[in-house]
């Protein structure tokens, strides 16, 4: 009898979810014609300054290495779009940053830009209702990617339970494209944390900003998302409740110490990237991203495009290979490739979080089991250390670093024999190689390349980050002449907590 009242009951349960499933289970959207590119003022900033190469199948490249560089490139395309804005994210934080963001995007809607915006589900945090609001607006457009049907509490993870093959799949990319003309692509999420704001993490980040050739295919990768079966229009996921936008009216302008104003109203906007166009450098380059809906779900053994382009890329490279990514995590068939690079006399170093500035325990437990493998293949890895000297350098602010707030990794960067750099959002672990959709710039060029190598191995350097070794199969972290056999500037229960993590089989879902 209680075998029949327990199946009984997982049935009632069955039927509640399946109730509260309530969404299509994929979408169909008109097909997007290609549209010519209109004629406006950032086209003809761009072709002023093309038209000095004369070579029209290249694409200007700056490094964003600052958060007030990120925030204010992205303001200044904001003021000077005329056409639309095509933005792409993971995470869009409703602080300060994103707040103002919005309603800069708002201002834009409000003069006839038409901005969409597509947004991963897995980071909405209840917010449904408010995007929900802005997407009444005329001009504004918001889709969310393979939400989750039940919105609320233990049954919206019940759900995830239910179809786990397909809603552990996340849109990990980020770009952000202004009337075709400019755009911005790497790791960088909307959020405080990311644009050095913050009173408690700031990370160190890195976008590119990019004009020419390579921004119609990153348009192109955006339609393809925004007409994918699994990008739903945001009122889909919203209740009946009514979320008045009012508190969009006065936005504070978010601050810095140490750093010009922001660029804001047209005119500023206008001076602002006409100065940035005589620092872009001129390059080959090519916009990579994975397909937003794999051919079968099911399967999460097969590497993604963006992870086949980084493996192709190694193989090629002769002489060095630089990593830089928040979360390191291989698995024994690329462990056995990188060995056999180091065989051939290929250096490879990576940076990556340590435990004291990695923000979460579970992803730097993957990369603590496989540490010791690392090291014994041949790989130097150095850790990034919370207080690092680096901080202070970019952010310019003592505030906003240690010992007020920490420091943390969130770049994704990897550069092959300094002569070609790859940015984007992938991190070089299983979950970017095998589940979520990911996307990368990759730039052949001398120069950049070998700025960008000068700027991770500045990283790597002991009074930023520790370096580990192995010895005996003991694990050692060095910084100058200092040595710890325990992870350092950490608490005896966080070490536990990630030795008892890595008990589980759970490295691809980190």
């Given at each position: 009898?209680?075998?029949?009242?327990?199946?009984?009951?997982?049935?009632?349960l069955?039927?509640?979810?399946?109730?509260?499933?309530?969404?299509?289970?994929?979408?169909?959207?008109?097909?997007?014609?290609?549209?010519?590119?209109?004629?406006?003022?950032?086209?003809?900033?761009?072709?002023?300054?093309?038209?000095?190469?004369?070579?029209?199948?290249?694409?200007?490249?700056?490094l964003?290495?600052?958060?007030?560089?990120?925030?204010?490139?992205?303001?200044?395309?904001?003021?000077?779009?005329?056409?639309?804005?095509?933005?792409?994210?993971?995470?869009?934080?409703?602080?300060?940053?994103?707040?103002?963001?919005?309603?800069?995007?708002?201002?834009?809607?409000?003069?006839?830009?038409?901005?969409?915006?597509?947004?991963?589900?897995?980071?909405?945090?209840?917010?449904?209702?408010?995007?929900?609001?802005?997407?009444?607006?005329?001009?504004?457009?918001?889709?969310?990617?393979?939400?989750?049907?039940s919105?609320?509490?233990?049954?919206?993870?019940?759900?995830?339970?239910?179809?786990?093959?397909?809603?552990n799949?996340?849109?990990?990319?980020?770009?952000?494209t202004?009337?075709?003309?400019?755009?911005?692509?790497?790791?960088?999420?909307?959020?405080?944390?990311?644009?050095?704001?913050?009173?408690?993490?700031?990370?160190?980040?890195?976008?590119v900003?990019?004009?020419?050739?390579?921004?119609?295919?990153?348009?192109?990768?955006?339609?393809?998302?925004?007409?994918?079966?699994?990008?739903?229009?945001?009122?889909?996921?919203?209740?009946?409740?009514?979320?008045?936008?009012?508190?969009?009216?006065d936005?504070?302008?978010?601050?810095?110490?140490?750093?010009?104003?922001?660029?804001?109203?047209?005119?500023?906007?206008?001076?602002?990237?006409?100065?940035?166009?005589?620092?872009?450098?001129?390059?080959?380059?090519?916009?990579?991203?994975?397909?937003?809906?794999?051919?079968?779900?099911?399967?999460?053994?097969?590497?993604?495009?963006?992870?086949r382009?980084?493996?192709?890329?190694?193989?090629?490279?002769?002489?060095?290979?630089?990593?830089?990514?928040?979360?390191?995590?291989?698995?024994?068939?690329?462990l056995?490739?990188?060995?056999?690079?180091?065989?051939?006399?290929?250096?490879?170093k990576?940076?990556?979080?340590?435990?004291?500035?990695?923000?979460?325990?579970?992803?730097?437990?993957?990369?603590?089991?496989?540490?010791?493998?690392?090291?014994?293949?041949?790989?130097?890895?150095?850790?990034?250390?919370?207080?690092?000297?680096?901080?202070?350098?970019?952010?310019?602010?003592?505030?906003?670093?240690?010992?007020?707030?920490?420091?943390?990794?969130?770049?994704?960067?990897?550069?092959?024999?300094?002569?070609?750099?790859?940015?984007?959002?992938?991190?070089?672990?299983?979950?970017?190689?095998?589940?979520?959709?990911?996307?990368?710039?990759?730039?052949?060029?001398?120069?950049?390349?070998?700025?960008?190598?000068?700027?991770?191995?500045?990283?790597?350097?002991?009074?930023?980050?520790?370096?580990?070794?192995?010895?005996?199969?003991?694990?050692?972290?060095?910084?100058?002449?200092?040595?710890?056999?325990?992870?350092?500037?950490?608490?005896?229960?966080?070490?536990?907590?990630?030795?008892?993590?890595?008990?589980?089989?759970?490295?691809?879902?980190?």
């Amino acid at each position: 009898m209680k075998e029949i009242q327990r199946a009984s009951a997982i049935m009632l349960l069955l039927i509640f979810l399946t109730g509260c499933a309530s969404l299509a289970e994929e979408m169909e959207h008109p097909v997007e014609q290609s549209v010519t590119p209109l004629t406006s003022t950032l086209s003809e900033l761009a072709d002023t300054h093309r038209a000095q190469q004369r070579t029209p199948e290249l694409s200007g490249v700056l490094l964003q290495e600052t958060g007030w560089d990120a925030l204010a490139q992205r303001l200044a395309l904001i003021e000077q779009a005329e056409h639309y804005i095509d933005i792409q994210y993971y995470i869009w934080n409703g602080d300060i940053s994103g707040r103002y963001l919005a309603s800069r995007l708002i201002a834009a809607a409000e003069r006839g830009v038409r901005v969409r915006v597509m947004l991963d589900d897995i980071n909405l945090n209840e917010r449904e209702n408010l995007l929900a609001a802005l997407d009444r607006h005329p001009r504004i457009d918001i889709r969310i990617f393979n939400p989750i049907p039940s919105r609320r509490g233990l049954v919206k993870w019940l759900n995830v339970l239910g179809d786990f093959s397909r809603l552990n799949r996340r849109m990990h990319n980020k770009s952000f494209t202004v009337d075709g003309v400019f755009s911005v692509v790497g790791g960088r999420n909307i959020g405080d944390e990311y644009f050095d704001l913050s009173g408690e993490l700031n990370f160190r980040d890195r976008d590119v900003l990019v004009a020419g050739a390579v921004v119609s295919d990153i348009q192109a990768s955006f339609v393809q998302y925004w007409g994918s079966r699994w990008s739903y229009p945001v009122h889909l996921l919203a209740d009946d409740t009514v979320t008045e936008l009012s508190g969009f009216n006065d936005v504070e302008v978010p601050q810095y110490r140490h750093q010009p104003d922001l660029p804001e109203g047209l005119e500023a906007a206008g001076h602002f990237l006409k100065d940035l166009m005589g620092e872009m450098s001129w390059v080959k380059a090519r916009f990579v991203s994975d397909r937003p809906v794999p051919e079968n779900a099911d399967d999460t053994s097969k590497p993604k495009a963006t992870a086949r382009l980084l493996a192709e890329l190694a193989h090629q490279a002769e002489q060095e290979i630089l990593l830089e990514s928040a979360y390191l995590i291989f698995d024994d068939r690329q462990l056995g490739e990188l060995q056999q690079l180091a065989d051939r006399g290929v250096v490879i170093k990576a940076l990556t979080n340590s435990m004291a500035s990695n923000d979460l325990i579970t992803n730097h437990s993957g990369y603590a089991g496989r540490r010791r493998a690392m090291l014994a293949g041949g790989m130097q890895l150095f850790e990034l250390k919370p207080d690092a000297i680096l901080c202070n350098k970019t952010i310019r602010d003592p505030s906003r670093c240690a010992p007020t707030a920490s420091y943390g990794l969130h770049a994704k960067s990897v550069v092959f024999d300094r002569k070609v750099a790859c940015i984007g959002s992938f991190n070089l672990n299983l979950r970017s190689t095998y589940l979520n959709t990911e996307s990368i710039l990759v730039i052949e060029n001398q120069a950049v390349s070998a700025k960008l190598a000068d700027d991770i191995e500045l990283a790597m350097h002991a009074r930023n980050s520790w370096q580990l070794r192995l010895h005996d199969n003991q694990l050692y972290w060095y910084s100058g002449k200092e040595s710890w056999t325990e992870e350092p500037e950490t608490e005896q229960w966080q070490r536990i907590k990630s030795r008892f993590l890595q008990l589980f089989p759970i490295e691809k879902y980190l």
